[in-house]
């Protein structure tokens, strides 16, 4: 079941969802991080976790397990120790990424349909404890894999690589593990899934249709009600993240059942002749998928998450330009009296008197400390004069940073500049 996989297939596939999926899942985690899509601090928790388990997923099975097979087959990584230790470590990875989906059905199927119990279960502490819980009994209950193996090669007395001992399918413990793996994930999540899915549908239906009806007889027409279109916004996020989990899992689910009904054990290596083998790297390949589906259902279904992400890109492109620019040109240095447009950061007018908030927000950005607001006082009517005379003389921006207002009071201070300027005979 888990010895050198390969072909062309995997080769393209797995490189492909491990440069897709960590990527997506670290931007996921680092946008949810920010708390700026509308979303409320419990969903936001749940999303964030889903995120982090799917990114130990494609890291663990994917790269560590999948890809240095393909790429690097005589390593460290395929010595049987090491090998068990990655697929319990995966198997209690995908176990919390699929359990964190559930409990994220859970708290949307409470908050919508029971509202007797939203205000003690939809929390974020709720949340949190139940993330830990949830992460806590998937690494106990996937310990017992790390026996199930045994060296399929034996090379200069080197155990390699992993395969299933025969009595994981004769003896009456393994066999009861097996069937309570499964039932565990994905049966169970399926019919909770299907079920908590349908009943909210059911709920919200009913529940527009009142609403609706008691809109028109109150105004007569018919109007856009903000509250069925957030509604609307949470049952398609929902729908979409229950329904991809549905999806990539069904031909998982299927080859246990002809494993366990069939008396046939699981594949090991590679035989793409076998039509079963396929089914099994097939339902294997799907359910890794799953693992970095969420990024393109949250840019696809929220507003503010695309928003955040283009904002994202937009930033990173700006950085990467300006770098390529001083590459090119280090010598080009910004002088701190030029034109707004030039400079970056955020600038003052002129008469903003010191101190005030978004003085300190700019100081503090260009890392100027500001002293005390006690020990500040505003510039005098006749400093102010002197300053818009020299910005006039000198063609300067009217809107200044503080470092250069301070270069500017300092040149004044010379008499000579100042009957220059008609300021003093």
């Not at 440069?19 to 996921?28: D, K, Q, R, S």
């Not at 045994?150 to 413990?173: A, M, R, T």
């Not at 707004?340 to 010191?354: A, N, Q, V, W, Y």
Request: aromatic share 10%; hydrophobic share 40%; charged share 20%.
């Amino acid at each position: 079941m888990h010895g050198q996989t390969k072909g062309l297939a995997y080769a393209i596939f797995y490189p492909l969802l491990a440069a897709l999926g960590v990527p997506g899942n670290l931007t996921t985690i680092v946008i949810l991080s920010r708390g700026r899509c509308g979303l409320s601090r419990c969903i936001t928790r749940y999303l964030l976790g889903m995120a982090v388990t799917d990114l130990l997923v494609l890291i663990i099975a994917v790269i560590l397990n999948r890809m240095s097979v393909i790429y690097f087959p005589v390593f460290f990584l395929s010595i049987t120790p090491v090998c068990s230790l990655k697929i319990a470590l995966i198997y209690a990875a995908r176990d919390s990424s699929v359990w964190l989906t559930v409990a994220f059905t859970i708290d949307r199927f409470v908050a919508i349909c029971c509202q007797n119990w939203k205000t003690k279960y939809c929390t974020e502490r709720m949340a949190r404890v139940l993330i830990a819980a949830v992460c806590a009994v998937s690494c106990v209950k996937n310990i017992p894999w790390y026996f199930v193996y045994e060296p399929l090669y034996i090379i200069d007395g080197d155990p390699w690589f992993c395969n299933i001992k025969s009595s994981f399918y004769s003896e009456l413990f393994w066999a009861a593990f097996d069937w309570i793996d499964r039932i565990l994930n994905p049966c169970a999540p399926f019919l909770l899934m299907l079920s908590l899915n349908a009943l909210t549908v059911r709920n919200i239906l009913v529940a527009n249709r009142a609403r609706r009806r008691l809109r028109v007889q109150n105004t007569g027409v018919r109007q856009n009600d903000p509250e069925m279109e957030s509604r609307r916004k949470s049952i398609v996020l929902l729908f979409t993240i229950s329904g991809s989990f549905l999806v990539l899992w069904t031909l998982y689910v299927v080859h246990f059942f002809y494993v366990r009904f069939t008396n046939n054990s699981y594949s090991t290596g590679s035989n793409l002749n076998d039509p079963w083998f396929i089914l099994q790297e097939t339902g294997n390949m799907s359910q890794l998928l799953s693992c970095c589906t969420n990024t393109c259902i949250y840019a696809g279904t929220q507003t503010k998450f695309r928003e955040e992400f283009i904002n994202g890109l937009k930033y990173l492109l700006i950085r990467i330009r300006k770098q390529i620019n001083l590459a090119k040109d280090p010598g080009v240095q910004h002088h701190p009296m030029a034109s707004s447009k030039e400079r970056e950061g955020p600038f003052e007018r002129m008469d903003l008197p010191p101190g005030t908030p978004s003085e300190r927000e700019r100081d503090r950005r260009m890392q100027i400390p500001t002293s005390d607001k006690s020990e500040q006082k505003p510039p005098s009517a006749e400093a102010n004069v002197r300053l818009l005379t020299a910005l006039n003389y000198f063609k300067l921006p009217r809107r200044i940073s503080r470092r250069a207002r301070r270069e500017i009071e300092s040149i004044m201070s010379s008499r000579s500049v100042s009957r220059l300027l008609g300021l003093e005979t």
